[in-house]
């Protein structure tokens, strides 16, 4: 018998209080597939270099949230931002090559999925928007310029969220944001259960490979 999907929500809610499974989808986005958002009237969009994003984050132009300019640098990172009047209210980082587990969960650090990619594919692994600013689709707005423009080489986006959040799934689909799966993450410590989608694999992307215990496709 299946379940209601409201029951199987509760379910899910209580036992990812208890850190011992996430269930994220699985959300992808090639150049051809994408629809174009237009960026709303006095916001400005673009790509700082490390320089730059040292300069407004001790300005305290960019919240702490953003996280380190060494990133950049460091660890094949992009970082797109909007300002209005030289104050970042949204970004989003890519990464590129690879994905720690620790950069991609949905609650539990421990049950993160690391993402090994393909030639030519970003990561979309942290985006945030302030209150205030919300509902004019930014967010959308810096994909079509990462797609558009072919940042970093990039032609396709691979990104994940908890199956759980509608919301996000929603604004992401408007822009042609597909899914082609779910990874499932269970256990604490050593042992753990993978459940990894065979479409990932297809698409080119690795999943989980720095997972401890058993993975099984389906």
């Not at 150049?31 to 009237?41: H, I, Q, V």
Request: some cysteine.
């Amino acid at each position: 018998m299946k379940l209601p999907l409201f029951i199987l929500r509760l379910v899910y809610s209580i036992i990812r209080r208890l850190e011992i499974a996430d269930a994220t989808r699985l959300l992808y986005l090639a150049a051809g597939d994408s629809s174009t958002t237009s960026l709303p009237p006095r916001y400005e969009l673009r790509t700082p270099q490390p320089d730059e994003l040292l300069e407004l984050i001790q300005s305290g132009k960019a919240p702490p949230s953003i996280g380190s300019s060494r990133n950049l640098t460091e660890r094949r990172r992009i970082v797109v931002i909007v300002t209005p009047e030289q104050e970042v209210i949204s970004y989003l980082w890519l990464a590129t090559q690879t994905v720690d587990a620790a950069d991609n969960f949905s609650r539990s650090p421990h049950l993160g999925t690391s993402v090994v990619l393909p030639p030519r594919a970003a990561f979309l692994f942290n985006a945030w928007t302030h209150p205030d600013h919300r509902g004019k689709r930014l967010i959308g707005c810096m994909i079509s310029h990462v797609i558009e423009n072919r940042l970093a080489g990039t032609d396709t986006l691979m990104t994940t969220m908890d199956w759980t959040n509608d919301r996000s799934y929603l604004a992401f689909a408007h822009i042609g944001m597909r899914p082609i799966g779910t990874v499932i993450r269970l256990g604490r410590g050593p042992l753990q259960l993978s459940f990894l989608p065979r479409t990932a694999t297809q698409f080119g992307f690795e999943l989980a490979g720095q997972a401890p215990g058993y993975k099984f496709a389906f």
